[in-house]
């Protein structure tokens, strides 16, 4: 048995360094990252996709929503009147099939719920607030993606959220890369 084991060689994941991205409507850096769209008849997808032979391990999701207004209330979604009909919600497709994660959010409460507020700034009249949450309570290692198996992470658009000035989604990890 020693004899068949030594005549392969070692396969390991080596951390090749940190990821910071935005999901885009493409799943590549060069995508569409602006999520301020109207998703209300056709739903809008913005996701992260590696390169084959990558792998991404990701650990948290970073939600930047900014809009004009500072009368924001907890049940709209930005200055968005709400909450939401449809909402916003996370997905993953591994081995090509979609799995929908987690519950829609509709609400600014609900955005507080996922994680705190990061940041909340003003400029002139924009407020810009960011909040992040951690994936490791979904997966216990953080959520792995195989470039070579084309999987994705992303959030589905559902409503009209092109009244917000702006907003964008990113994922922060480690990225590996398989050596054999």
Do not use: H
């Amino acid at each position: 048995m020693s004899s068949l084991k030594n005549a392969y060689d070692r396969v390991s994941l080596s951390e090749r360094g940190f990821i910071l991205r935005n999901l885009t409507t493409n799943g590549l850096i060069a995508g569409t990252q602006e999520a301020a769209v109207d998703g209300s008849v056709t739903p809008v997808k913005y996701y992260i996709q590696p390169l084959a032979g990558e792998v991404y391990i990701l650990n948290t999701v970073s939600i930047v929503v900014s809009d004009g207004t500072s009368s924001v209330g907890l049940t709209d979604y930005g200055s968005i009147p709400g909450p939401l009909t449809n909402g916003i919600r996370f997905f993953s497709e591994k081995d090509g099939i979609e799995t929908l994660l987690g519950l829609k959010f509709k609400s600014n409460q609900q955005l507080v719920d996922l994680g705190p507020v990061r940041d909340r700034i003003r400029y002139n009249s924009i407020i810009l607030s960011a909040y992040d949450f951690n994936i490791n309570q979904y997966a216990d290692r953080g959520f792995l993606l195989n470039g070579n198996k084309n999987d994705k992470y992303g959030v589905i658009i559902q409503d009209d959220l092109s009244g917000l000035t702006s907003q964008t989604f990113a994922v922060k990890g480690s990225l590996r890369v398989r050596n054999i």
